[in-house]
């Protein structure tokens, strides 16, 4: 989510574009999804076809065709999960699939394999964590999860599928509060930061449900018959 973010910033600032960064970050980590074949059917596809670049095109054809420039931070967010996050950690990712089932990354280019969840890899998150924040902080986009707009309620994925998940212990052996308390309180960042943005909206969305009954109630009182 911090490489969506910086990826999809940077983007935004040279194309002088406004992003959803809500939406940006749940973009980083749709790819996935792939995980609920293993846990619902037994049927493992991780890093298969979710991660491929040739089904990223294509589901974001549309949209560069409708939105043109103002899609491209949004792509460069989805595609960061593969072709930058996986292709250094782990590998082993069909990025031509359809059209080839060859497997790519460092680590099938010669390079030493660097596990997820390993030292370099807790190294490398966890920098990127922190300079994510701070561009976060500078540009006051930490705003944003205050404001209760709608789209902030897609936060509910990244925090039921990500943040809770991996720091009580999935998909690790161990809480992540235990093997990684530093790259933890990352994930609890997060998570509060979200679970703020959430129930920033919820009450926004209540007061203006409760205000649009008041207002009935108060035009249905005051109104006058017609003589």
């Given amino acids: 989510m911090a490489l969506a973010y910086l990826l999809g910033k940077g983007a935004s600032k040279a194309l002088h574009t406004k992003i959803n960064i809500p939406i940006l970050l749940v ?21 298969g076809p979710t991660h491929s670049i040739i089904v990223a095109l ?3 054809l549309p949209f560069f065709i409708i939105y043109r420039k103002k899609a491209v931070p949004y792509f460069l967010g ?13 590998g082993q990712l069909r990025l031509l699939w359809p059209l080839s089932q060859a497997e790519f990354g460092l680590h099938e ?55 809770l998940p991996s720091t009580i212990g999935y998909p690790f052996n161990q809480s992540l509060l235990i093997t990684e308390p530093i790259l933890a309180l990352a ?8 679970s703020i943005a959430i129930l920033t909206t919820l009450k926004t969305l209540y007061q203006h449900g409760v205000g649009n009954k008041d207002n009935k109630k108060t035009d ?3 109104s006058q018959p017609a003589i």
Avoid: C, M
């Avoid at 966890?126 to 540009?139: M, P, Y």
């Fill in 78 to 90: 989805l595609i960061s999960h593969s072709l930058i996050g996986d292709f250094i950690a782990g």
């Fill in 220 to 222: 249905k009182h005051t």
């Fill in 109 to 163: 280019l010669g390079f030493p394999i660097i596990k997820v969840g390993g030292h370099l890899d807790v190294i490398l998150e966890l920098s990127l964590f922190i300079l994510a924040t701070l561009v976060l902080i500078i540009s006051q986009d930490w705003r944003v999860f205050l404001k209760g707009r709608i789209s902030n309620l897609v936060l509910i994925i990244p925090i039921a599928t990500v943040l």
């Fill in 58 to 60: 294509l589901i974001f």
């Fill in 187 to 194: 994930h609890i960042f997060y998570f509060v930061l979200f």
């Fill in 27 to 47: 973009l980083s980590i749709l790819p996935d999804i792939d995980i609920l074949s293993d846990l619902l059917f037994n049927y493992p596809i991780h890093r």
